[in-house]
């Protein structure tokens, strides 16, 4: 168990939902040679996770998928950051970026993330997100952008 | 006219007798006349593919992305329990002993083998490393990539898994591995064109039972495939957006 501390935060959604969240201040390092692999429906409902996922999230494949893909999301990350990844996404454009994400046991782990829309015979049906091992030089830049991003009151995520 | 068969050129040089012998096997099989042309680059091959020249082809991931999706080309089959995984070796006294240690400046061996390079060199991002700040030098076979690195001529190498583990004894236990990715989703892929399409259907079926005819036990032997297993149109979709993840 790890010796940090935690704190309860309460976590807003853009939808209006809101959840309680434990947070601790203890990384969980990115393994070296593995790619995170989810995919969501056009809602960013999770309809697929691979091992990696499961392993790093700390949550069971049967509550990653079904839930919405923001069940990830650390109370640290700029509402502003989303917002702009599923306006790419939708204009049908790939995204990339670092992402901070919240494990289930409240601990964080960095990743640079790629999504792409799936495209079917014209038409979307959901998107595809690949995580893999961020520089550190690359998350302390991430750090200081989103923690700029935050003090200017976008609270919510 | 026989239709045209082609393989990536990153197959092992050990067995292009199999694919020959796949080639004779498929033609009986299959009851059409089939040529089989070898390519020694990617480029040579991707060229004839879009003049139209290739109606069945051992495509390896990255190529499959533009076969199917610009092409028309529809996957029929993967060989069994085999993924593309990369691996980044250094010389056995190098002082790096993670993907982190190595600088800008370093001299990187690799190949034109495109899902191999695309795959080392994300996991060569971790370290700030990218085609920018690196020396990069390509080889024509991951023989010469372990050569290149016990001469002292590169600083590290990117392989194919397989091949990796394929070398002998002697050169690897001149080597060390940093780190090898574990992707588990990316492998080639056996893809039938728009002329060869309407057998899409036989050649899976038949591809499904090759390890139990005897003949086809043998050739497969031959390719060092253990059997195929079946492709459907969504695996093959979600293959490719996960290649289209990792290209710039």
Redesign the interface.
Known sequence: MSQHASREVLIRYMDGRERTAIVREDEVP??????I?S?TDPNGIITHA???FVDMSGYRRDELIGANHNILRHPDMPAAAFQGLWETIQNGA?WQGYVKNLCKDGRYYWV?A???P?I?QGRLVGY???R???????IREAEALYAGMMKEGRHAV | MPFNFTVSPDFGPDHVSGWFYFNTWLQRQLGVDIHLELYDGFEQQRADIRAGKVDLIYANPYDASMLVRELGFQAVARPAARRDEAVIAVPADSAASCVEDLVPGMRLATTADPDVHTIGMIMLESADLDKTNIEQREYESYVLIAKALIRGEADAGFFLKQSYDELSELIRGRLRSLVSSQIGVVHHALLVGPRLAGRAGDLADLLMTMQDDPKGGYVLESMDIRGWERMSVEQTEFMIDLIDTLVD
């Open positions: 990115y393994p070296d040679g593995k790619l692999v995919r691979n091992q990696a790939k640079k790629t999504v792409i799936n079917r595809t997100s690949v893999r091992k961020p520089s550190r030089s690359r």
